[in-house]
């Protein structure tokens, strides 16, 4: 089975970075994902990570060590609009392709 | 691309009524996901079809859910009968598959369902 834990909430400040953080426990593994969701909308693909190592795009960094079940999404000057849960998910070894396993999300409010 | 579209975008009924879920996924794309999302238990798999085919039911919460996808551009989530705890957000998602790669899931826009 699978079993992912985040924080259920964090805040921080506009302009700084925050670091969340997931953890991991599965059957098999092969990539975890990060999504961003503002509230009421979809969620929306954010970063991808199979290998172990911090993969940056603009002002976010998803990290991932294979070993220890663990990854965090890191957010750097933060704007006000980056206020929305973030959910870690995990893709698994099965002979059902693409499917994923999603975390409880970890909704971060980013305050002046 | 239009992206993922679903409808209704919202739905109210009384509970004992059937309630039916629309999701188109997004051209060329031969994974489609049901999900449910709720305050209490966060974004839960109900189904997932690869070329048509349910590949993993194991989510559909009792036999008053029912998904089918009779092609490669439509599915359909029935609740029949539906009672006030199926009240949610349920989304569909979409995606590419064989997996190994980035192939994220595009998720659609959601169906907010009131059982009242």
């Known amino acids: 089975g699978q079993n992912i834990d985040q924080p259920t909430e964090m805040t921080a400040t506009e302009g700084a970075i925050v670091q969340i953080n997931c953890t991991y426990q599965?059957?098999?593994?092969?990539?975890l994902f990060w999504y961003q969701q503002h509230a009421g909308e979809a969620p929306t693909f954010l970063s991808y990570n199979v290998l172990d190592g911090l993969e940056e795009k603009g002002r976010f960094s998803s990290f991932l060590s294979r070993s220890k079940g663990y990854s965090y999404l890191l957010l750097k000057e933060l704007q006000m609009k980056d206020s929305a849960s973030y959910l870690c998910a995990v893709r698994g070894l099965n002979n059902a392709g693409n499917m994923l396993t999603f975390g409880g999300g970890t909704r971060l409010m980013v305050k002046p | 691309d239009a992206g993922v579209i679903q409808s209704p975008r919202h739905e109210v009924t009384e509970m004992g009524q059937e309630v039916t879920l629309r999701c188109k996924p997004i051209s060329g794309h031969n994974s489609l996901f049901w999900y449910r999302q709720t305050m209490m238990r966060g974004l839960e798999l109900l189904i997932y079809f690869n070329n048509n085919v349910p590949i993993d039911d194991s989510g559909m919460p009792e036999d008053r859910f029912s998904a089918k996808m009779p092609n490669a551009s439509f599915s359909t989530l029935k609740i029949q009968p539906s009672e006030p705890r199926d009240s949610a957000v349920y989304f569909c998602?979409?995606?590419?598959?064989?997996?190994?790669?980035?192939?994220?899931?595009?998720f659609g826009p959601g169906t907010r369902l009131t059982v009242t």
């Open positions: 599965t059957s098999g593994f092969n990539g």
């Open positions: 998602a979409s995606s590419l598959v064989p997996s190994g790669g980035r192939y994220e899931q595009y």
